[in-house]
């Protein structure tokens, strides 16, 4: 495949990357919507004209953001619905509550995430990580794809990391019951999890007009570093003793960008089973690309694997 790239310089905002873009009369979900990159992202769509829904766990936050966002962008049509993705049952109520408000979905943003989090467990009783970033929005996918189809061509986006180089699925402890919990093990195998998902979507539903990529949006300082003390970000290298955080991080606005063009680009129509990072497609990290910040572990992207989590997740989370 040729080379696919936004002609965007990587740190533009995610509001550049739609600046020309006329979403009008399409409809948005972003999980994740009332903190950080979600916020961003939601204040880009619907600065182009779409419709937002924002599943949230904190009703009384999502409103606020809700407010904020309707004030500031002059589009009125944000909706707040609640939905915890460490519970499959508020998955099951919040999925159905978004298909009495949409009937079609357009875009959908699996952007929500938790990271480094204690060892425990969701309601359940899988490991946090991979239950709240995979499973939970597994489950949320396959239940509005009656609306992803209805509205296509729709796009999926699945928010991986490069933290996903971190570790592949280990499919015989996936839940550390096992072995010894590593909390960064634990969020690299739920990023390659997520990965993974867009490449096993994309190969069920592109050619019913559902396609799916995986987006890594580089390193921004949001509530997902709140499991780790300011003596860890320094021993990462990520904040020096002045508390000032490396140049390489980007504000919330540039890390929602690639995002944003996944959901909109039109040289990604049709196009999915990507790994897209700094608005382009990204590359397999291998002994011609060893750029360690650039690329993708082939792991990741492997459709035998994307398979085999396709099955362990719907059989956790009682589809099959």
Request: net charge negative.
């Amino acid at each position: 495949m040729s080379k696919i790239a936004s002609p965007l310089a990587p740190r533009a905002t995610a509001a550049d990357v739609v600046k020309t873009t006329n979403l009008s009369g399409k409809t948005a979900v972003i999980t994740g919507g009332a903190s950080g990159l979600g916020i961003e992202t939601a204040r880009a769509l619907l600065g182009a004209g779409a419709a937002v829904i924002l599943p949230v766990r904190d009703a009384t936050k999502g409103e606020q953001v809700a407010a904020e966002l309707r004030e500031s962008t002059g589009n009125p049509q944000v909706q707040v619905t609640m939905l915890d993705l460490g519970s499959l049952s508020s998955v099951r109520v919040g999925a159905a509550h978004i298909l009495e408000l949409a009937p079609k979905i357009h875009i959908l943003i699996n952007n929500a995430g938790v990271m480094a989090t204690p060892e425990g467990h969701t309601a359940d009783g899988f490991e946090t990580q991979f239950g709240t970033n995979h499973l939970g929005h597994f489950l949320l996918t396959h239940l509005l794809m009656p609306a992803l189809l209805a509205a296509a061509p729709a796009r999926v986006v699945s928010l991986s990391s490069s933290g996903h180089r971190r570790s592949d699925i280990v499919w015989d402890d996936i839940h550390f019951e096992r072995r010894p919990y590593d909390r960064w093990q634990a969020y690299g195998q739920s990023k390659t999890a997520n990965a993974l998902f867009a490449v096993g979507l994309n190969g069920r539903y592109a050619a019913q007009g559902v396609t799916a990529n995986a987006v890594h949006p580089g390193g921004i300082m949001t509530g997902l570093q709140k499991h780790m003390t300011l003596e860890e970000q320094r021993a990462l290298g990520w904040v020096n003793e002045q508390g000032e955080y490396h140049p390489i991080f980007k504000t919330p606005a540039e890390g929602a960008s690639t995002s944003v063009w996944a959901a909109t680009a039109p040289e990604l129509e049709g196009v999915g089973g990507l790994f897209l990072e700094e608005l382009q497609k990204s590359e397999v990290l291998d002994h011609q690309n060893p750029n360690p910040l650039f690329g993708y572990k082939a792991y990741a992207r492997d459709p035998q694997s994307a398979e085999r989590l396709w099955e362990i997740s719907e059989q956790l989370v009682g589809l099959s």
